[in-house]
């Protein structure tokens, strides 16, 4: 079969090569790319129906990152041995690519869209994340599907002072900012990363690196999707309206809408009843044999809704519930709220509350990883749980959904940046963020949640995180704009931006932005950093009033941990043929022991609740550490006796002879009586054999000489 493949070739700035191939794979698919760079190679597909559902006002778009095991040369784990459901990171990065794509589809396009980008081969230097967007993007331009584009995603990150865009997996290690960039040509659509707390100059700098490197790649879009023959896109009509009808209302009703937004209710319920009302008064004002379309009719009140509580914003500068732009709602919280858990926090901020715990567990509680390019273990877990309930509705107690692992990661990757490094740090941690009530940004209470919880653990975080939800609404016929800070749920789905900043008093650890319009400037973006920068520090301040730092001591209930540091060939003696001797340490002594092995040597980690568990445990392994020193005095027991003398073992493992002529100052003919074998003795390390190694022991040597006569 002859193939009509057509590549297109992007050299980036920094000489990095991107290959982008259609015409030979997945043909069948309304759009299909390999986009490859080194040895990594992305296939994405995209298909889309051409009729929409009936009763469809919104556009179904699925988007479904996978990667495929084979390409990195393995097989899974597990007991099917096969890829199955999309793990919690494949689902992180398909919520990057929708993130981006969704906003830029034509507003009244409402057909079944599925985009599924694979990972067929992988480059342990490459990592794919940062290419996703471009790969589906380029997808989508050599189709005829309609798409606002071309949109382009790239990873750029702060490492040793250099901005570097898609830099190699083995420096990433040592980047103090690292951020996933979606743009178009002219503006910035998301941004997701983390950040060793820095500046919100730092930031926009490297926006402005990622911008402008996604510039170039959407110019070999444009270019890739006219060699391909798809510049004009298959003719649609999804939307079928009233002109009449929304005239009608909108000119009736638009004005007792403002009113109603006017009167700043703070409440979510209140505010959404008053507006419900003024609809219900219209439809039952109706004839019965009224002809009106109820769908549509509903579809142009929740316009006018939104349109009137944009305008209030606008034009008197406060809000739905009646505050100013940068004023944050009434802030509670307590800490040692539960008293079981480690840790635990109740953070409520306006509407919204969530009752966070902490857990510290073993080594043992480690989460096992295992993906296509990662194999290894987290000691860091954070979940995040959004029940129905917490919004007054009825919902099916499922799995997390995808909005669930996402808000979790947020929280997650804003709070790692405080805890103690590993080496500082023997526990495995879970935070549990249980959303009772929502209306706002329930990912930033996790965060603050999270921060109190961690404090009343006793956890050294390095300091607080705090974080907030921003908001914008623009409007560029007037050019006037207002940046929110601690926005509303409703703020949320009315305005132009959702941005989430979490940070110490020091600076930004991690970040997420979405932008619903186009032509947001810099300078707006400016805005929004600092005016994010002051509702962080003030709520800050209000959980501070509630614990400062880290309580100085674990709960009682808590674990005890205790590192001891060994060197690497002392970890066999440890362990023991077939874990024989740790299994006895933690038989005799009832505590965990778990021994791992790092560059600089062994670390034993041991966990009890219980002190004298604890004392035994690292008693016993430090005996069998411990080198024995020449002139150090040990408590030993008898183990065996011989005619001329009696082995004793002075540490775990470890016997040396004490010779007859060493047991007492006066002469001994026999050692009949002398000794018990288990009889404990104590005695002092007077030799070791250079050429056999063996010890002599002594015990006269601790006994008053006699006087002579």
């Not at 290419?131 to 040793?160: C, M, Q, T, W």
């Not at 949640?449 to 921003?470: F, Q």
């Amino acid at each position: 079969m002859a193939f009509n493949v057509i590549t297109k070739k992007i050299t980036m700035p920094d000489g990095k090569e991107i290959t982008i191939e259609t015409g030979k794979l997945a043909k069948q698919a309304d759009g299909a790319v390999v986009v490859r760079s080194g040895n990594m190679m992305l296939l994405a597909t995209v298909v889309a129906n051409q009729t929409p559902k009936d009763g469809v006002d919104f556009l179904p778009l699925s988007v479904d990152y996978q990667e495929k095991f084979a390409s990195a040369g393995k097989i899974p784990g597990g007991f099917l041995r096969r890829e199955s459901k999309l793990s919690d990171y494949e689902v992180l990065v398909s919520r990057l690519v929708d993130r981006a794509l969704r906003p830029t589809f034509p507003s009244d396009f409402h057909a079944d869209t599925q985009v599924m980008i694979n990972l067929i081969s992988a480059d342990a230097e490459v990592l794919p994340d940062a290419y996703v967007g471009l790969a589906a993007a380029a997808a989508l331009a050599v189709s005829d599907i309609p798409f606002n584009g071309p949109i382009s995603e790239v990873r750029v990150a702060k490492i040793n002072g250099e901005y570097i865009v898609n830099p190699e997996t083995s420096i990433l290690k040592d980047a103090e900012l690292e951020l996933i960039v979606a743009a178009n040509a002219n503006d910035i659509l998301m941004v997701e990363g983390e950040a060793n707390e820095v500046s919100e100059q730092e930031m926009l700098e490297a926006l402005r690196l990622a911008h402008a490197a996604i510039q170039h790649q959407c110019v070999a879009l444009k270019e890739l999707e006219a060699e391909v023959g798809k510049t004009q896109k298959r003719e649609y009509k999804h939307e079928n309206h009233d002109e009449e009808l929304r005239k009608y209302l909108w000119d009736t009703y638009f004005d007792r809408y403002y009113e109603v937004a006017k009167l700043a209710n703070p409440s979510k319920k209140g505010r959404r009843d008053s507006f419900k009302a003024i609809e219900d008064e219209y439809f039952a004002s109706l004839p019965e044999d009224s002809t009106v379309n109820k769908s549509l009719a509903k579809w142009y009140f929740h316009d006018i809704e939104k349109e009137a509580a944009r305008q209030l914003v606008l034009i008197e500068r406060y809000r739905l519930d009646g505050r100013k732009l940068d004023e944050i709602r009434t802030i509670t919280s307590e800490v040692d709220y539960l008293p079981t858990p480690h840790g635990s926090a109740v953070f409520t901020r306006g509407e919204t509350q969530s009752l966070t715990t902490v857990t510290l567990g073993t080594k043992l509680d480690e989460q096992i990883v295992d993906q296509a390019m990662v194999s290894g273990y987290n000691r860091f877990l954070l979940h995040y749980n959004f029940p129905g309930y917490s919004t007054g509705e009825v919902k099916p107690n499922r799995a997390p959904g995808r909005r669930e692992v996402g808000h979790g990661n947020l929280a997650m990757r804003a709070l790692k940046k405080v805890l103690p490094p590993d080496a500082k740090n023997p526990y495995t941690i879970r935070i549990v963020s249980d959303i009772l009530e929502s209306n706002g940004s329930s990912s930033m209470a996790t965060v603050c949640a999270g921060t109190l919880a961690l404090m009343d653990a006793g956890v050294p975080i390095k300091a607080p995180v705090s974080g907030i939800a921003m908001g914008l609404i623009s409007d560029p016929k007037t050019g006037k704009y207002a940046v929110l800070s601690d926005i509303l749920g409703d703020e949320d789905h009315l305005g132009d931006m959702d941005f989430k900043v979490t940070g110490t008093t020091e600076g930004i650890t991690a970040c997420q932005m979405d932008i619903k319009v186009d032509g947001l400037s810099y300078e707006v973006l400016t805005e929004a950093l600092e005016q994010a920068k002051q509702g962080r520090l003030h709520i800050l301040s209000k959980m501070q009033e509630t614990i400062a730092e880290p309580r100085s001591d674990y709960k009682p209930q808590t674990p005890r941990a205790t590192v001891i540091r060994i060197l690497k060939e002392q970890i066999g003696a440890v362990i023991g043929p077939g874990g024989k001797v740790v299994q006895d340490i933690q038989k005799q002594s009832g505590a965990t022991v778990t021994i791992e092995e790092k560059e600089d040597g062994g670390y034993v980690s041991i966990f009890s609740a219980n002190k004298a568990a604890m004392d035994i445990a690292v008693k016993m392994v430090k005996g069998i550490v411990t080198i024995p020193e020449e002139g150090e005095v040990y408590d030993g027991v008898v183990k065996s006796i011989m005619p001329f003398g009696a082995f004793v073992e002075f540490l775990p493992g470890k016997d040396g002879l004490l010779h007859i002529s060493e047991i007492k100052w006066e002469r001994l003919e026999t050692m009949d009586g002398v000794l018990e074998i288990g009889e404990q003795v104590k005695v002092k390390l007077i030799e070791v054999d250079k050429k056999t190694g063996k010890y002599r022991l002594s015990r006269k040597v601790l006994l008053p000489k006699p006087e002579k006569k």
